[in-house]
């Protein structure tokens, strides 16, 4: 067992203490969201994009940041959805993440992530059904 925390680990929490700090002197969280993704490269840059616009789209959700990441939020301003960037944990692949605030629930199982390593246009419509589902649309 780890007994200490990764370059990345401490990196995402800095992050997310800079955020509460940024949140609560008024910052433009969207903002924040969009710099996040401009500051990402190649396929996460990308994948990002693709995704906000997919956020953007379907969903009411605000963006903003988690922990450094692309993150969106519902009214009561709780994370329901965050992009991973594969770069960021040193990944294969990207991750979109949905928290425990979306609405995925189905029975006693159901999936809260997804593996994205491109977006084909089958891909994108399983997503953005998952968005409206998260929303409760």
């Not at 994370?79 to 594969?86: D, L, R």
């Not at 809260?112 to 968005?131: E, H, Q, W």
Request: hydrophobic share 50%; proline share 4%; glycine share 6%.
């Amino acid at each position: 067992m780890a007994t200490t925390f990764s370059a990345e680990e401490k990196a995402a929490m800095k992050a997310a203490v800079a955020e509460k700090k940024a949140a609560q002197a008024g910052a433009d969280a969207a903002a924040a969201c969009e710099a996040a993704i401009a500051a990402l490269t190649d396929n996460d840059k990308e994948l990002a994009e693709t995704f906000h616009q997919l956020v953007a789209e379907n969903t009411s959700l605000a963006p903003k940041t988690w922990y450094g990441m692309p993150a969106y939020a519902d009214a009561d301003g709780k994370t329901v959805v965050a992009f991973k960037p594969g770069s960021k944990f040193k990944m294969r692949y990207a991750t979109i993440e949905f928290q425990p605030a979306a609405q995925l629930d189905d029975g006693d199982l159901w999936p809260v992530g997804f593996a994205v390593a491109k977006l084909g246009d089958a891909d994108k419509k399983r997503i953005a059904a998952a968005l409206r589902s998260a929303v409760g649309r």
